[in-house]
């Protein structure tokens, strides 16, 4: 009888497993997906800081032109 109990026991237990298996999977996937995309954000952000800094320098270098050449007709 325990035999038998125990032959019906085993595909539920397996199947459980199973699908503890496939749970486990799609969490850890969906936590390295989300760090990639993490990691590729950072990536994208710190060029277009870089490309910020540029836009930066030169606008700071027409308005040290401009001011130069005001001082230049206006003194």
Same mark, same amino acid.
């Given at each position: 009888m325990l %035999? /038998?109990?125990g032959i019906l026991a085993t595909p539920g237990v397996?199947? /459980?497993f199973?699908? /503890?298996v496939l749970l486990f999977y799609l969490i850890i996937s =969906? +936590?390295?997906n989300a760090k990639k995309e993490n990691n590729d954000s950072l990536e994208l952000s710190s060029s277009s800081m870089s490309a910020g800094a540029? =836009? *930066?320098a030169g606008v700071v270098a027409? +308005? *040290?032109a401009a001011v130069i %050449?005001?001082?230049k007709h206006n003194s």
């Open positions: %035999e /038998l109990s397996g199947s /459980l199973l699908g /503890l =969906k +936590i390295v540029n =836009k *930066t027409a +308005i *040290t %050449e005001y001082r």
